[in-house]
């Protein structure tokens, strides 16, 4: 079993799952309401997650974030037996797990200050 979290577009979470049952996930995905899979290590920062999104009859899109917003990568790959292989070496934190595919930095947009808290006298 694997120390990992698994949730799913469908609303499901799986907490221990066999390697088997992750790549039966992986798999399954690409349908209407059934896109992705996150998954999260049980011992980890909440910052540190893989994931996975799939339209059917399109590649597969699997980004994974290590902490901050500037540690998020993506790469692009055909087949689901390749992201689940990922996925599982991620979840066990194999060394160079992520050797093997192009992988690029995604950028996003700053996050926005704490707004001001408002006055409860409304002065």
Do not use: N
């Not at 979290?5 to 059934?34: C, K, M, N, Q, Y």
């Not at 998954?39 to 980004?63: C, F, K, S």
């Not at 990922?86 to 979840?91: S, V």
């Amino acid at each position: 079993m694997l120390a990992i979290r698994i949730h799913t577009e469908r609303g499901e979470s799986f907490e221990r799952p066999a390697l088997g049952f992750l790549s039966e996930l992986v798999a399954r995905i690409g349908a209407d309401g059934d896109h992705f899979v996150i998954v999260e290590r049980l011992t980890a920062d909440p910052d540190e997650y893989i994931q996975v999104w799939h339209d059917e009859g399109e590649d597969y899109q699997l980004e994974h974030r290590a902490g901050s917003a500037d540690r998020h990568f993506r790469t692009c790959l055909p087949a689901a037996a390749e992201v689940a292989a990922f996925m599982a070496r991620w979840a066990r934190g194999e060394k160079d797990w992520d050797s093997g595919a192009p992988w690029e930095r995604l950028d996003f947009p700053p996050e926005p200050a704490d707004a001001p808290a408002l006055d409860p006298q409304g002065s």
